[in-house]
T-cell receptor, first 112, second 115 residues
Framework: SQKIEQNSEALNIQEGKTATLTCNYT??????LQWYRQDPGRGPVFLLL?????KEKRKERLKVTFDTTLKQSLFHITASQPADSATYLC???????????FGAGTRLFVKA | NAGVTQTPKFRVLKTGQSMTLLCAQD?????MYWYRQDPGMGLRLIHY???????AKGEVPDGYNVSRLKKQNFLLGLESAAPSQTSVYFC??????????????FGDGTRLSIL
């Protein structure tokens, strides 16, 4: 069956450290993968998109990798800050139609 | 620009009641989507629209209807609400050309409880 999995356990890290979140998928062949941030009571906000032929993408303190062999994307936040505390969702395109498949998200807590 | 606006923000219904959720976007986007988000699950697509006057079923369409009479508005209807439809509903839009390489712009959701 098709699955997109993110760690359901919250990630707790200390301010200043690098946070690494994982997104694994099964039985998909996505051409694109996206990462979103969602704060409590708010809608998801787009952060980064990475294409299948890109190994790595960066935006300020954010870095995303995409390994189509391992079927995995890693999302890194360097020099993390308490303001980075949120839920982070990965999403991939289902090349069979107009459907983006979302993971359930990983909650990140950054402690001062 | 307001982006994507959803109304109402909260609503409590009794089983069997009907209601309509409204989504409005001011970005002139062609594509609009309705999702539901439940604890421990990813966003699930209910219905979507690729343009004014068009709608299509998503992953979990049963019990819902939609209409896109104007490009900027996408309505989600519950004809006879059931407790299983208790959820947070999100509307999203993309500029054009399908979802896969387009960032989705989301509203802040409607929290719906069915008693």
């Amino acid at each position: 069956s098709q699955k997109i999995e993110q760690n359901s356990e919250a990630l707790n890290i200390q301010e200043g450290k690098t946070a690494t979140l994982t997104c694994n998928y099964t039985n998909y062949s996505p051409a694109y993968l996206q990462w979103y941030r969602q704060d409590p009571g708010r809608g998801p906000v787009f952060l980064l998109l990475i294409r299948e032929n890109e190994k790595e993408k960066r935006k300020e303190r954010l870095k995303v990798t995409f390994d189509t062999t391992l079927k995995q994307s890693l999302f890194h936040i360097t020099a993390s800050q308490p303001a980075d505390s949120a839920t982070y969702l990965c999403a991939l395109d289902n090349t069979g139609g107009f459907k983006t498949i979302f993971g359930a998200g990983t909650r990140l807590f950054v402690k001062a | 620009n307001a982006g994507v606006t959803q109304t109402p923000k909260f609503r409590v219904l009794k089983t069997g009641q009907s209601m309509t959720l409204l989504c409005a976007q001011d970005m002139n986007h062609e594509y609009m989507y309705w999702y539901r988000q439940d604890p421990g699950m990813g966003l699930r697509l209910i219905h979507y629209s690729v343009g004014e006057g068009t709608t299509a079923k998503g992953e979990v369409p049963d019990g819902y209807n939609v209409s896109r009479l104007k490009k900027q508005n996408f309505l989600l209807g519950l004809e006879s609400a059931a407790p299983s439809q208790t959820s947070v509903y999100f509307c999203a839009s993309t500029r054009s050309g399908g979802q896969s390489n387009q960032p989705q712009h989301f509203g802040d959701g409607t929290r719906l409880s069915i008693l």
